[in-house]
């Protein structure tokens, strides 16, 4: 099964994608974790997305879309992947369609992780992420079970990203509603398109996608 997952920043695309790539068994490939590893491997790539990220605009498609489609050529997502964080704009949805179609390979889904932009200043800024692992936790909606020690790995290292701040974030929510959102109505013409309510506790949003594509 191939999915897109769609939601403005702190939408929950993240936290889905992991717990739908351990219920599916396929893989989750998210450009921002992309991006950032360009980042932190100083690559030519990360050199040009760096600030732009850290000002919460959006990496050129040609970049994008390059970074991408070599991903999905790799022997892991044969059976299956999530897209999260992909496409962000119409471009980036049509030359997705155009690489699937010259690899054999369709989206089965699109699905809108629907929010409240307000809500979303406060999810982003008190994120954190294991420094081993990449679980991820929230100062106050999902804290580790014991204090400074990762669920999944026991590790004792936390990292916050650099462009979750107030601001930036107002600058990825603005990127969000004018480049991102005209996406849904072209999965919505394409008959794929399906939404679940963000604003929901993380399980019972985990249930309603389950409901989707299970
Ligand atoms: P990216 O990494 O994709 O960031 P984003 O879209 O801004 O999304 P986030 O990762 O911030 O949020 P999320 O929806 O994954 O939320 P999460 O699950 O972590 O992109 C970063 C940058 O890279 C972009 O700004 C751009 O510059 C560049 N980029 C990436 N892709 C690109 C592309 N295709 N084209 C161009 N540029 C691109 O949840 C957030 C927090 O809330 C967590 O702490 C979580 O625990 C908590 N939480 C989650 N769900 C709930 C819930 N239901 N209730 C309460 N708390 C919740």
Do not use: W
Not at 46 to 56: L, N, P, V, Y
Not at 157 to 170: G, I, L, M, Q, S
């Amino acid at each position: 099964m191939n999915l897109v997952l769609l939601g403005p920043p702190g939408a929950g695309k993240g936290t889905q994608a992991k717990r739908l790539r351990e219920s599916l068994g396929i893989v989750q490939l998210s450009t921002g974790d992309m991006l950032r590893a360009e980042v932190a491997s100083d690559s030519d790539l990360g050199r040009r997305a760096k600030d732009i990220m850290e000002a919460g605009d959006l990496v050129p498609d040609d970049l994008i879309v390059a970074m991408i489609s070599g991903r999905i050529d790799q022997d892991d997502c044969k059976g299956g992947f999530i897209l999260d964080g992909f496409p962000r704009t119409t471009p980036q949805a049509e030359a997705l369609d155009g690489m699937l179609k010259e690899k054999g390979l369709v989206i089965d889904y699109a699905i809108e992780i629907r929010v409240d932009d307000e809500a979303m200043v406060k999810r982003i800024t008190g994120r954190f992420t294991c420094a081993r692992c990449g679980a991820g936790y929230h100062d106050e909606f999902q804290r580790p079970q014991a204090d400074g020690v990762c669920d999944k790995c026991g590790g004792g290292e936390f990292t916050r990203r650099a462009d979750d701040n107030a601001e930036t974030v107002r600058t990825r929510l603005k990127a969000y509603h004018e480049q991102t959102a005209p996406i849904v109505s072209y999965y919505e013409k394409k008959g794929l398109m399906k939404g679940v309510d963000g604003m929901a506790s993380i399980d019972e949003v985990t249930r309603q996608l389950n409901r989707i594509v299970g």
